[in-house]
T-cell receptor, first 118, second 113 residues
Framework: NAGVTQTPKFQVLKTGQSMTLQCAQDMNHEYMSWYRQDPGMGLRLIHYSVGAGITDQGEVPNGYNVSRSTTEDFPLRLLSAAPSQTSVYFC?????????????????FGNGTRLTVT | KNQVEQSPQSLIILEGKNCTLQCNYTVSPFSNLRWYKQDTGRGPVSLTIMTFSENTKSNGRYTATLDADTKQSSLHITASQLSDSASYICVVSVNTNAGKSTFGDGTTLTVKP
């Protein structure tokens, strides 16, 4: 199993450009989420999904869009990049629900995408 | 507002020494608490998961404790190794949906030879 795969690993954008950060998992996890991590700060939730066709906003959703057309993929779209979106972005997944392997399933993280907006 | 506070912010110890990291939370209603280890340039990896009824849980040289009454948790690292150098993140959830988790800012541990 590859786990959670994020691409690209590094990206530089100019202000106003748009792009999509890719996230894929092969563990059949229902729950997927996107976080940003800024220096000296904790991980902050951007958007999350509890299954295909279902998405919801997290703590810092402005400037980002998501969709969940399949269980495996959860792309994050930056609509018009701003310097304030310079950060490291992490995708994570887990099981959701009660029962063995579900109720207290830990998050499995990808290794991040380092984004710089100039 | 749900909050998770970790201390110290950073810590430097010599290889072979023990250390304890602290996590205080105001998250309610409490469901579970997890400690994650994040190596530089990598995503966090779960070390332990603790529920309301658990006081202590060990994972090799890592031992987590939970006091649900005082809303405090600690992560004790025994006989530290250079590979323990990382950021340790405390995450508290209000229910079984990870989307309702609150993350601490982490403690950066540096182990020196």
């Amino acid at each position: 199993n590859a786990g959670v795969t994020q691409t690209p690993k590094f990206q530089v954008l100019k202000t106003g450009q748009s792009m999509t950060l890719q996230c894929a998992q092969d563990m059949n996890h229902e729950y997927m989420s996107w976080y940003r991590q800024d220096p000296g700060m904790g991980l902050r939730l951007i958007h999350y999904s509890v299954g295909a066709g279902i998405t919801d906003q997290g703590e810092v959703p402005n400037g980002y869009n998501v969709s969940r057309s399949t269980t495996e993929d959860f792309p994050l779209r930056l609509l018009s990049a701003a310097p304030s979106q310079t950060s490291v972005y992490f995708c994570a997944s887990s099981f959701v629900g009660t029962g063995a392997g579900g109720e207290y399933s830990p998050l499995h993280f990808g290794n991040g995408t380092r984004l710089t907006v100039t | 507002k749900n909050q998770v506070e970790q201390s110290p912010q950073s810590l430097i110890i010599l290889e072979g020494k023990n250390c304890t990291l602290q996590c205080n939370y105001t998250v309610s209603p409490f469901s579970n608490l997890r400690w994650y280890k994040q190596d530089t340039g990598r995503g966090p990896v779960s070390l332990t998961i603790m529920t309301f009824s658990e006081n202590t849980k060990s994972n090799g040289r890592y031992t987590a404790t939970l006091d649900a009454d005082t809303k405090q948790s600690s992560l004790h690292i025994t006989a530290s190794q250079l590979s323990d150098s990382a950021s340790y993140i405390c995450v508290v959830s209000v229910n079984t949906n990870a989307g309702k988790s609150t993350f601490g800012d982490g403690t950066t541990l540096t182990v020196k030879p």
